[in-house]
């Protein structure tokens, strides 16, 4: 038995057509900015409407099973309100429709999820760790038993080849998880660096840059 699922990331206000699927995974740079200083009154007001007015009624008409969403470095909402909050927002319009994870966890079907909203050296933004260390802590909770990785970072070398530096973008942490997890890992999800936008599949793990484009893909059901 397969689960479709429909990943998704970096619209920053975008909410693309989604066509029918069980599952819906959004990992980060949801929202759009409302002003230039990112954690402004204005912005965060902004947001804050955006999420009500726009977003929960999008994610209510999608035709899907479950969403799960990830915020990132353009997310000051979530950041701002924490994780526990933003469930309890969920689940008051949409049960158990929809899910938001910031370093944590959940069973999708079959399927264990965890999601990662962090970034590194963007001091300004929502969800940035400020050292190495910081960044391992954060990550060496996360169960080896993880079968879909979402994190808003790629891993370096992964897809994050980043033309305005002529350089790779990524995380060595993040790059160094999936190695830990490659026994039980069948997808990991990512954004952040455009430019590498696309899927790839090596060694029995799929690597999706979800970066403002909708890709599907269908996982065998583990029971």
Known sequence: MFKSFAFYSDGHGTLPEINNCDYFLYCGDIFPDFDYVP?????????????????????????????????????????????????EILHSYLGEKA???????????????????????????????????????????????????????????????????????????VSALVDRLKKNLLVHQFGHIHEGKGSVSLDGITYINSSCEVIYKSLRTLF
């Open 39 to 87: 954690r402004s009154v204005d912005n965060i007001f902004g947001q804050n409407s955006w999420f009500l007015d726009k977003f929960i009624p999008y994610l209510k008409n999608l035709p899907v099973e479950k969403c799960i969403l990830v915020g990132g470095n353009h997310d000051y909402l979530l950041e701002r309100l924490g994780e526990n909050t933003v469930n």
């Open 99 to 173: 899910i938001y994870l910031c370093n944590s966890g959940c069973q999708l079907g079959s399927f264990k999820v965890w999601g990662v909203p962090t970034v590194r050296n963007l001091p300004q933004f929502s969800f940035n760790i400020s050292s190495d260390e910081n960044e391992a802590a954060i990550l060496s909770i996360i169960p080896d038993d993880i079968n879909i990785l979402m994190t808003h970072s790629p891993a370096y070398g992964m897809m994050d080849f980043l033309p305005a530096i002529n350089s790779n973008a990524g995380s060595v942490a």
